[in-house]
Antibody, heavy 119, light 107 residues
Framework: EVQLVQSGAEVKKPGESLKISCKGS????????IGWVRQMPGKGLEWMGI????????RYSPSFQGQVTFSADKSISTAYLQWSSLKASDTAMYYC????????????WGQGTMVAVSS | DIQMTQSPSSLSASVGDRVTITCRAS??????LNWYQQKPGKAPKLLIY???SLQSGVPSRFSGSGSGTDFTLTINSLQPEDFATYYC?????????FGQGTKLEIK
């Protein structure tokens, strides 16, 4: 079964760092881009950017450039989203999703990781 | 960035109804338009890609059309499980922006 499994919910304080993960299985992880999507509480979907695990090439949305960092470890089929200094406004659900070239869309989604930032 | 605008933002309908949701792009995106369904507490699910291609496993009551800047998602004979929020997304250029969503509620 093709799936993406994300790490568990996090509760952090402003200024702390954080790295969440997205592990792929059931397909060749290095052959498809992995995207990250933010959903703030009660709001819509925001495209943050994508990473190609094969060579770690990245594309960031201008809205998120410099605010987050994407990385990947292809040896363990895992993509990461990290923050160096969290803000309260980073409180949201974060989804990873596989970009499937044939459809040019996100066809497989992780279950989401809830990040809560509060003092 | 390309702006994606959905209308309506919400609508009420009954089981068995036919509903149409519209998505407009701020510039031409050819047929690079996807539709997703999201239920409360769940990850989004791909329904339609390339404006009109049905994703594998998605019921045929869902259909998509359009090209250029104007697109529609149509759901024929609404089923109880179709009440959810629907998002369009352009896959033409980066960033691959989403519409703001359309919440489909039971009348």
């Amino acid at each position: 079964e093709v799936q993406l499994v994300q790490s568990g919910a996090e509760v952090k304080k402003p200024g702390e760092s954080l790295k969440i993960s997205c592990k792929g299985s059931g397909y060749t992880f290095t052959k498809n881009w992995i995207g990250w999507v933010r959903q703030m509480p009660g709001k819509g979907l925001e495209w943050m950017g994508i990473i190609y695990p094969g060579d770690s090439d990245t594309r960031y949305s201008p809205s998120f450039q410099g605010q987050v960092t994407f990385s990947a470890d292809k040896s363990i089929s895992t993509a990461y989203l990290q923050w160096s200094s969290l803000k309260a406004s980073d409180t949201a659900m974060y989804y990873c999703a596989r970009h499937w070239d044939a459809s040019n869309a996100f066809d497989i989604w992780g279950q989401g990781t809830m990040v809560a930032v509060s003092s | 960035d390309i702006q994606m605008t959905q209308s309506p933002s919400s609508l009420s309908a009954s089981v068995g109804d036919r509903v149409t949701i519209t998505c407009r792009a701020s510039q031409s995106i050819s047929s690079y338009l996807n539709w997703y369904q999201q239920k409360p507490g769940k990850a989004p699910k791909l329904l339609i890609y390339a404006a009109s291609s049905l994703q594998s496993g998605v019921p045929s009551r869902f259909s998509g059309s359009g090209s250029g800047t104007d697109f529609t998602l149509t759901i024929n004979s609404l089923q109880p499980e179709d009440f959810a929020t629907y998002y369009c997304q352009q896959s033409y250029i980066y960033p691959r922006t989403f519409g703001q969503g359309t919440k489909l509620e039971i009348k």
